[in-house]
């Protein structure tokens, strides 16, 4: 984008020369917005403004984020946010970018829980805070807890947390380990990419520690379900997502730890994504 960024650049030609440069359309809008100080949910405002010559500040502002998105960096990592169950959500190289299917298991945990007050839920692994912030922002009355072993992610979640003013207790630590008490629901979307898997080569930009987990990617997922029994109330739920193609090999493993009524639940595009079970009722 050399030309565009010693030329005076109108929108529409900004938006041009970002897809001449290999983004597609909404990505290049998109990077305008933010480019331009403008929300990122106001497309309209780029046809409105189609003409209009791009400020100095501006066209750097462009080009550079359109170099950072040609070499593969999320768009969430250059513009600073991403939407996830309608919160605004500050994220970072420090975290993975939230994904829409993980919604599925928001949607989950807030089902099994419908008839629970008060419930006490903890989400591990948090990254972005993106679940646990979730179903307090849905769920105020909910005690929860969030955890994750990487203490920049916490940084992250925190910060997140206190300016969407949602109270969320967060503990550093790996997976259970350093969890006390038992509750009405552990949720979790941890790694579980192969260490091998050929995919890994497109997420460089993300920390890998919460991608890849062992050989087959369930490294992380038999540690949780090990552990998660002893942490839940009788009744309570172990709702995890997982890969594509793992569902029943979680769901075997629920099984072999005793839960009951083991099930999986599909994502936006219909592949089961998450697999949970629960403790028998006392």
Same mark, same amino acid.
């Given at each position: ?16 020369? /970002? ?8 990505? /290049? ?38 170099? +950072? ?29 939230? +994904? ?42 909910? $005690? ?16 997140? #947390? ?47 520690? /919460? ?22 109330? $009788? ?15 979680? +769901?075997?493993?629920? #099984? ?23 403790? /028998?009722? #006392?």
């Amino acid at each position: 984008m050399s030309e565009a960024a010693n030329t005076p650049c109108s929108v529409a030609q900004a938006v041009t020369a /970002a897809i001449a440069r290999g983004l597609d359309r909404l990505d /290049a809008q998109l990077l305008l917005l933010h480019a331009m100080d403008q929300a990122l949910h106001d497309r309209a405002w780029l046809l409105a403004h189609d003409t209009t010559v791009l400020p100095p500040a501006a066209q750097t502002r462009f080009d550079t984020a359109v170099q +950072r998105r040609a070499v593969g960096e999320p768009l969430a990592y250059i513009t600073g946010y991403k939407e996830f169950y309608g919160l605004n959500l500050a994220v970072d190289a420090r975290v993975l970018v939230p +994904r829409p299917d993980t919604e599925t298991l928001v949607e989950w945990a807030l089902q099994v829980l419908v008839a629970v007050p008060a419930a006490r839920v903890v989400d591990l692994g948090t990254g972005s805070g993106a679940i646990a912030l979730a179903l307090k922002a849905t769920r105020a009355d909910l $005690s929860m807890m969030a955890v994750d072993f990487s203490v920049d992610a916490l940084a992250v979640a925190q910060a997140n #947390a206190q300016r969407l003013q949602l109270e969320v207790q967060f503990a550093q630590g790996s997976w259970l380990a350093s969890v006390q008490g038992r509750f009405d629901a552990i949720v979790s979307n941890p790694p579980y990419i192969s260490a091998q898997d050929a995919h890994l080569a497109a997420l460089t930009h993300e920390p890998l520690q /919460a991608l890849a987990s062992g050989a087959d990617g369930l490294d992380d997922i038999r540690q949780i379900i090990k552990e998660a029994p002893q942490h839940l109330q $009788s009744g309570g739920w172990l709702l995890l997502e997982h890969g594509y193609d793992q569902a029943a090999a979680v +769901r075997a493993m629920l #099984a072999s730890a005793g839960l009951q009524h083991v099930q999986s639940r599909c994502d936006l595009a219909g592949i089961e994504r998450c697999s949970g079970g629960r403790l /028998a009722c #006392a």
